[in-house]
């Protein structure tokens, strides 16, 4: 790279601002987001708040429902006290039936599509010709007294129209009597099977008819069940009564309200001992699971549970539960942490289930609203995903059958634990609307999981929130994408696109755009406005530019209604020195130049071919001009810098003193994605600098920019986004010089005649590599 010397003037002139460039590409992805988001009015205000107007119903619930293990299968009955406060009258109110998503003409059967390459699942197999009757089987509806309400069914949907309209400010109470066939567990609720007893585990969701929400964005709120978006409920009370056959234990996101009445002395021994315990206490050991495993009922028993200003309703049961808890201190708060889980899950779940649960209390608490609500629960269901529900979630995490696992399965499992506990907070005291925004939810609560990952482990591998993780989404042809801002009914990779790009984008804010002090303020004022109310995305998005004086309507626009990539590049670099002026230095320079282009090879050549020159062998032939030095400094050249100098002021004088360098970097925003630019500086004295210009950079021209950047040393390489911060697609690009290429590594390799196998996992090989030891050194366990 050559350096460019400059005089005063025309550095004055490098340095015109941007509207000077001769190139200019117009945009408008810094433009306010006010067309696109709804107008502001008296329920939902211009700053994200909740209006002076603002409102939300309510439903509270007196449930009686009996587990029949035999028949796999739910009987319930409610009383359900609906409050409008809305400021309209209700002819008639719908009522959520989401167990018909399983029946055989659901819309979520008969809109899925499929097809079958090398075979076909056992699951999708059984989907497919599953003969039985499930769905809801609605036996009443009836008013306060008795009579009989009419209603409509509507798939997954039930209008219930009222003898006469619910006025506002009033409630009503009606009850409605149900029962229907639990499904096999596929992923938010069912039972599973373990072992050859044929015992199941039952995790037990949207399980009673429940009240949709009618609000002052929608109405009603009666999208469809279609299985992938998720649920959009009213806070209220609950009161359930859950009978079931009287060795099976019951969990459910509540609080007990009768333990003396279904357990044991010893378990209420063990119950408080669990409330000043620093680590889980056993409820309900692994041997007495066991032992309930080859028992047989002689009875029932109904246990009571509590659960107030919450949105669901949840619960667990099996005979085969192992059961601990302890309570932890969540913000001067005592909180009880608990998990279910059966044999299978040891010992991955007794050593730390519980303890996440109490983690993430905390580290969510500290981040948003403080935990409200007396207990949280973790249950294992199932070697994978998981599912949340207000106070209890169901998740995945399962040991092979030696007890050993992969590192993989329990950070797979913490994480998990982390993010399905860590859905209390969002929806379930934030209460998003699942049904139209998964990303609410989602998106948000995957963030939160990132950062309480890394406060359990400072090396947790978290599989999303890091900008360079979702690199390879973005990568993709925005025609396989859909934008953040989708419905979830409507998005293609769900995990992807609901979970990890938000999560990403919010990392993003936090570290990048806004900083950890302005974010963290912002985002914990978003929680404490929205606890316990229904926020949307624009209440989303107007909270944290209210509360941190940050304009992110460029951010919101790239990332969450937009599906462009970040792609950066820096094209060129140019470098500038300050001309001093100076003849001694101006002139050894010119020299030095003229000495280097006079190296030519015919120069080289002729000085072996050329012996003598003629005026060589004929000195008299020699002139002034002969031995004058065209470099040296004239006295005229002398005293025009004597004058120049002397023009100058003190402080032109100290820039011309000072030798710094001008470079002007040319940046690309290949990608479309505006985002901060993020560049080091490595020097030749082998030290570094980070600078960083906010995205507001490319706001003239959306293609280009290029920065003057002065420094006092030279910079021997440019380095773009040097700590993964922007999630750019394309990093071969981000340096200048360019890096070289690097070879595309091959294997030699010899053909064996056989499959490879991946054999056991490495706490087995260690554990074998163990008791081969003691078989061979004669062990004492011998």
Same mark, same amino acid.
């Given at each position: 790279?050559?350096?460019?010397?400059?005089?005063?003037?025309?550095?004055?002139?490098?340095?015109?601002?941007?509207?000077?460039?001769?190139?200019?590409?117009?945009?408008?992805?810094?433009?306010?987001?006010?067309?696109?988001?709804?107008?502001?009015?008296?329920?939902?205000?211009?700053?994200?708040?909740?209006?002076?107007?603002?409102?939300?119903?309510?439903?509270?619930?007196?449930?009686?429902?009996?587990?029949?293990?035999?028949?796999?299968?739910?009987?319930?009955?409610?009383?359900?006290?609906?409050?409008?406060?809305?400021?309209?009258?209700? !002819?008639?109110?719908?009522?959520?039936?989401?167990?018909?998503?399983?029946?055989?003409?659901?819309?979520?059967?008969?809109?899925?599509?499929?097809?079958?390459?090398?075979?076909?699942?056992?699951?999708?197999?059984?989907?497919?010709?599953?003969?039985?009757?499930?769905?809801?089987?609605?036996? %009443?509806?009836?008013?306060?007294?008795?009579?009989?309400?009419?209603?409509?069914?509507?798939?997954?949907?039930?209008?219930?129209?009222?003898?006469?309209?619910?006025?506002?400010?009033?409630?009503?109470?009606?009850?409605?009597?149900?029962?229907?066939?639990?499904?096999?567990?596929?992923?938010?609720?069912?039972?599973?099977?373990?072992?050859?007893?044929?015992?199941?585990?039952?995790?037990?969701?949207?399980?009673?008819?429940?009240?949709?929400?009618?609000?002052?964005?929608?109405?009603?709120?009666?999208?469809?069940?279609?299985?992938?978006?998720?649920?959009?409920?009213?806070?209220?009370?609950?009161?359930?009564?859950?009978?079931?056959?009287?060795?099976?234990?019951?969990?459910?996101?509540?609080?007990?309200?009768?333990?003396?009445? =279904?357990?044991?002395?010893?378990?209420?021994?063990?119950?408080?001992?669990?409330?000043?315990?620093?680590?889980?206490?056993?409820?309900?050991?692994?041997?007495?699971?066991?032992?309930?495993?080859?028992?047989? !009922?002689?009875?029932?028993?109904?246990?009571?549970?509590?659960?107030?200003?919450?949105?669901?309703?949840?619960?667990?049961?099996?005979?085969?539960?192992?059961?601990?808890?302890?309570?932890?201190?969540?913000?001067?708060?005592?909180?009880?942490?608990?998990?279910?889980?059966?044999?299978?899950?040891?010992?991955?779940?007794?050593?730390?289930?519980?303890?996440?649960?109490?983690?993430?209390?905390?580290?969510?608490?500290?981040?948003?609203?403080?935990?409200?609500?007396?207990?949280?629960?973790?249950?294992?269901?199932?070697?994978?995903?998981?599912?949340?529900?207000?106070?209890?979630?169901?998740?995945?995490?399962?040991?092979?059958?030696?007890?050993?696992?992969?590192?993989?399965?329990?950070?797979?499992?913490?994480?998990?634990?982390?993010?399905?506990?860590?859905?209390?907070?969002?929806?379930?005291?934030?209460?998003?609307?699942?049904?139209?925004?998964?990303?609410?939810?989602?998106?948000?609560?995957?963030?939160?999981?990132?950062?309480?990952?890394?406060?359990?482990?400072?090396?947790?591998?978290?599989?999303?929130?890091?900008?360079?993780?979702?690199?390879?989404?973005?990568?993709?042809?925005?025609?396989?994408? =859909?934008?953040?801002?989708?419905?979830?009914?409507?998005?293609?990779?769900?995990?992807?696109? %609901?979970?990890?790009?938000?999560?990403?984008?919010?990392?993003?804010?936090?570290?990048?755009?806004?900083?950890?002090?302005?974010?963290?303020?912002?985002?914990?004022?978003?929680?404490?406005?929205?606890?316990?109310?229904?926020?949307?995305?624009?209440?989303?998005?107007?909270?944290?530019?209210?509360?941190?004086?940050?304009?992110?309507?460029?951010?919101?626009?790239?990332?969450?209604?937009?599906?462009?990539?970040?792609?950066?590049?820096?094209?060129?670099?140019?470098?500038?020195?300050?001309?001093?002026?100076?003849?001694?230095?101006?002139?050894?320079?010119?020299?030095?130049?003229?000495?280097?282009?006079?190296?030519?090879?015919?120069?080289?050549?002729?000085?072996?071919?050329?012996?003598?020159?003629?005026?060589?062998?004929?000195?008299?032939?020699?002139?002034?001009?002969?031995?004058?030095?065209?470099?040296?400094?004239?006295?005229?050249?002398?005293?025009?810098?004597?004058?120049?100098?002397?023009?100058?002021?003190?402080?032109?004088?100290?820039?011309?003193?000072?030798?710094?360098?001008?470079?002007?970097?040319?940046?690309?925003?290949?990608?479309?994605?505006?985002?901060?630019?993020?560049?080091?500086?490595?020097?030749?004295?082998?030290?570094?600098?980070?600078?960083?210009?906010?995205?507001?950079?490319?706001?003239?021209?959306?293609?280009?920019?290029?920065?003057?950047?002065?420094?006092?040393?030279?910079?021997?390489?440019?380095?773009?986004?040097?700590?993964?911060?922007?999630?750019?697609?394309?990093?071969?690009?981000?340096?200048?010089?360019?890096?070289?290429?690097?070879?595309?590594?091959?294997?030699?390799?010899?053909?064996?005649?056989?499959?490879?196998?991946?054999?056991?996992?490495?706490?087995?090989?260690?554990?074998?590599?163990?008791?081969?030891?003691?078989?061979?050194?004669?062990?004492?366990?011998?």
């Amino acid at each position: 790279m050559l350096k460019k010397l400059l005089s005063l003037v025309a550095l004055t002139t490098l340095l015109l601002p941007a509207k000077a460039q001769t190139s200019f590409n117009a945009n408008n992805r810094f433009e306010q987001l006010e067309s696109t988001l709804p107008t502001p009015n008296s329920y939902r205000t211009a700053s994200g708040s909740p209006g002076k107007d603002y409102w939300q119903q309510r439903a509270d619930y007196d449930i009686k429902v009996e587990l029949d293990d035999i028949n796999r299968k739910i009987i319930g009955s409610e009383t359900i006290t609906y409050y409008n406060n809305s400021p309209d009258d209700l !002819p008639y109110l719908w009522i959520q039936l989401d167990q018909n998503l399983f029946e055989k003409n659901a819309p979520g059967k008969t809109t899925k599509t499929g097809e079958i390459k090398n075979g076909i699942s056992a699951g999708a197999f059984q989907e497919l010709t599953d003969p039985k009757d499930y769905g809801y089987k609605i036996t %009443a509806v009836k008013d306060a007294k008795g009579n009989p309400l009419r209603h409509t069914i509507n798939q997954t949907m039930m209008r219930i129209d009222l003898p006469t309209p619910l006025k506002s400010g009033a409630s009503v109470s009606f009850g409605i009597d149900w029962n229907y066939l639990i499904t096999e567990y596929y992923g938010r609720s069912g039972y599973e099977i373990l072992g050859k007893e044929n015992i199941a585990n039952y995790f037990i969701a949207h399980w009673f008819p429940r009240l949709a929400v009618y609000n002052d964005v929608y109405g009603w709120q009666h999208k469809q069940f279609m299985g992938q978006g998720e649920f959009t409920l009213n806070f209220g009370n609950y009161k359930v009564a859950i009978t079931a056959p009287n060795d099976i234990v019951v969990g459910a996101g509540g609080e007990l309200l009768n333990p003396n009445q =279904v357990m044991t002395a010893t378990q209420l021994k063990r119950w408080e001992q669990a409330k000043t315990a620093t680590r889980p206490v056993e409820i309900v050991t692994q041997d007495e699971a066991i032992k309930a495993e080859k028992s047989v !009922p002689t009875g029932k028993k109904t246990w009571v549970f509590k659960a107030d200003n919450v949105r669901d309703f949840a619960f667990t049961a099996s005979r085969k539960f192992i059961w601990d808890a302890m309570q932890v201190d969540v913000e001067g708060k005592k909180v009880w942490a608990m998990s279910y889980y059966s044999k299978e899950g040891n010992p991955l779940w007794g050593k730390y289930s519980t303890m996440v649960v109490a983690h993430t209390l905390r580290s969510y608490s500290k981040r948003t609203v403080a935990y409200p609500y007396p207990v949280a629960i973790s249950c294992h269901a199932t070697a994978g995903g998981g599912m949340e529900y207000p106070m209890i979630s169901f998740n995945g995490g399962r040991p092979e059958a030696d007890g050993t696992y992969t590192e993989n399965v329990k950070n797979g499992m913490i994480g998990v634990i982390i993010h399905e506990v860590g859905h209390n907070f969002f929806p379930m005291i934030i209460n998003s609307d699942e049904r139209q925004w998964s990303w609410m939810d989602e998106g948000l609560n995957t963030f939160c999981q990132y950062l309480a990952e890394q406060e359990w482990d400072r090396n947790f591998p978290a599989r999303r929130g890091e900008p360079q993780t979702i690199v390879p989404y973005m990568r993709l042809d925005s025609k396989n994408q =859909v934008p953040i801002m989708a419905n979830s009914e409507n998005i293609m990779d769900f995990g992807n696109n %609901a979970y990890a790009k938000p999560a990403t984008a919010l990392n993003i804010l936090r570290e990048t755009v806004m900083g950890r002090e302005l974010f963290d303020y912002a985002f914990k004022e978003y929680a404490r406005r929205w606890a316990f109310k229904q926020p949307y995305p624009a209440d989303f998005f107007r909270t944290l530019e209210d509360a941190s004086g940050v304009d992110l309507d460029w951010f919101w626009r790239g990332w969450f209604y937009g599906t462009e990539p970040v792609n950066q590049s820096i094209e060129t670099v140019e470098w500038f020195g300050i001309d001093t002026q100076d003849p001694t230095v101006k002139k050894a320079g010119d020299k030095a130049v003229a000495e280097a282009k006079a190296k030519t090879m015919s120069a080289i050549r002729n000085k072996t071919d050329i012996k003598r020159t003629v005026v060589e062998e004929n000195p008299d032939l020699t002139d002034f001009y002969n031995t004058y030095d065209r470099f040296a400094p004239t006295e005229a050249d002398k005293k025009k810098y004597q004058d120049y100098m002397a023009s100058l002021n003190e402080d032109e004088k100290k820039l011309v003193s000072e030798g710094k360098n001008f470079y002007v970097v040319n940046f690309k925003n290949k990608g479309g994605l505006p985002m901060p630019v993020i560049v080091k500086l490595s020097y030749e004295d082998g030290t570094d600098e980070v600078l960083r210009f906010p995205a507001e950079v490319w706001r003239l021209n959306d293609v280009t920019a290029k920065k003057i950047i002065p420094t006092s040393k030279k910079v021997v390489k440019w380095t773009l986004d040097p700590f993964y911060e922007i999630a750019d697609i394309d990093t071969e690009d981000n340096s200048f010089p360019r890096e070289p290429a690097q070879p595309t590594k091959v294997q030699l390799f010899k053909m064996q005649g056989r499959t490879y196998s991946g054999g056991p996992n490495p706490m087995q090989e260690a554990k074998n590599a163990k008791e081969k030891s003691g078989a061979v050194t004669g062990s004492k366990n011998n």
